[in-house]
């Protein structure tokens, strides 16, 4: 289904950029309800099931496991492609399917390359730091290690999908505006996101530090996994209350098509630091080490980021006050 997922993917970031978020909403709402009520029925037999610390009987179920998690992901990835399609050719979309405008053009495709090479480049590097983990969790922790690590990165995706959210926000407002040289609008949507940002980020990094426990509880009863998934949470989330900062920061070059800037601070924590930090430090704290590694990284990224920006924004006020000279100077009333 990796086709079908790539295409209304797509699909859903030109309704976000032709001014339909809504849209783009529901097409991402209706894959992860549909994937939620399938998951149980693929995955496990009729019975009573217990999930998430929650008990309840489940009248019929396929009993595929794996597998049928994996077929109902992609059965809701197809009914997303299909509400995807239903937008483009009702004619709600201002941008429409033509046949013609399937053929590449290279020059097109260089321009949408340019500024998606951050967010390619992030992915990739977020594969080989997972490859790194594993092969260090493995090493100093075991099995259990590898299963904490991924209960808490589930846990961390729930803490950033709001962040990617808000990214995906502002993408076409800070991206337009600055096309159209409303550099005000620009700096005020970023101060904005960054203000909300920041609200999330620090609320759950407070329940994250103060029921560490309960909220590995929810995922696994095993007291041993609990204890060492807590610890990891906590030490792993201590830069939570500065990530929105940083996401949003990062990806704004890429919004103004400073695509080479966005890279480079995409790259900064993942490989630059993260990873290396993966193999310096178990040497000495074990699997403390590896837990300490993210935060450690993201402190480094935040200060650094901190310094870009700021230049950034400073160029940006200095564009705007000539800018509003340049308007009264021109003004009849001057």
Not at 169 to 178: E, L, M, W
Not at 181 to 202: D, P
Not at 291 to 313: F, H, N, Q, R
């Amino acid at each position: 289904f990796n086709t079908i997922n790539t295409i209304q993917f797509s699909m859903s970031s030109v309704m976000r950029g032709a001014g339909h978020p809504t849209w783009s909403v529901v097409t991402q709402v209706a894959g992860a309800v549909t994937n939620i009520i399938l998951d149980p029925i693929f995955i496990f037999r009729a019975g009573n099931i217990k999930l998430m610390g929650f008990s309840f009987y489940l009248p019929f179920g396929l009993g595929m496991g794996v597998t049928g998690a994996a077929l109902a992901t992609g059965i809701a990835q197809t009914v997303s492609l299909l509400i995807a399609v239903y937008y483009y050719a009702s004619g709600k979309s201002p941008v429409r399917l033509h046949v013609k405008n399937l053929i590449p053009r290279l020059k097109t495709f260089g321009r949408i390359a340019a500024i998606g090479s951050s967010s390619f480049a992030l992915q990739c590097a977020a594969s080989f730091v997972q490859i790194a983990a594993n092969m260090q969790l493995a090493k100093f922790g075991g099995d259990l290690a590898i299963s904490a690590m991924t209960l808490v990165n589930s846990i961390a995706l729930f803490c950033i999908m709001p962040l990617i959210g808000i990214n995906q926000g502002i993408q076409p407002i800070i991206g337009y505006n600055y096309g159209a040289g409303n550099l005000r609008r620009v700096r005020s949507t970023y101060f904005f996101a960054i203000a909300i940002a920041s609200v999330l980020t620090i609320s759950a990094s407070i329940l994250i530090q103060v029921y560490p426990d309960r909220i590995i509880s929810l995922f696994s009863e095993d007291p041993e996994l609990v204890r060492i998934s807590s610890r990891g949470l906590k030490i792993l989330m201590m830069m939570l209350p500065f990530l929105g900062f940083q996401i949003l920061s990062s990806n704004y070059f890429q919004f103004v098509g400073k695509s080479v800037v966005s890279l480079v601070m995409t790259l900064l924590r993942q490989i630059l630091l993260l990873l290396p930090l993966y193999f310096i430090l178990p040497a000495f704290l074990k699997l403390d080490g590896i837990w300490y590694a993210s935060p450690i990284s993201d402190g480094i990224a935040i200060l650094i980021t901190a310094l870009v920006i700021s230049k950034e924004m400073i160029r940006l006020s200095r564009r705007i006050r000539q800018e509003e000279k340049s308007k009264l100077k021109l003004s009849p009333e001057s």
